[in-house]
């Protein structure tokens, strides 16, 4: 049986997400993917960096950014990269509560309105978490 998340603090509204999501093969494989792309992205990025070292940035405009910068689509895979982690711990069955402060963590970077107690919160929800990281 899998693991269930621990609560820390006002986290109720993301694990009720994340565990429904984590119960769909096809989401937990498009993750998967999707973190397996992001480490061979920054494999590339790395790459192109010492190309860059070794003969200057005069090929820099042959790179191929898009219009909106080279920043975009990252969210979504880091978060990716940690979800997978995440679901990966989930799914190894045991007794224990995962703890999904990684993933809560990263979120409040992104949306600081996620962080703090119920109180301070307010009016967040299942909902609000749900189209806030779909967005991502």
Known sequence: MPN????????????????????????????????????????????MDQFQQQHGSEFSRYIGEDEEGEGRGRNGQALARLLNKLFMEIGRGGLRAVNPSKVRDYIIDCNPDFSGTAQQVGNLDTNDFNIFYLML
Do not use: H, K, W
């Open 4 to 47: 269930g998340l621990q609560n820390l603090g006002n986290t109720c509204y993301m694990n009720s997400v994340l565990q429904a999501l984590c119960c769909f093969q096809q989401f937990r494989e498009f993750i998967r993917v999707e973190s397996e792309r992001a480490d061979s992205r920054d494999r590339a990025d790395e790459a």
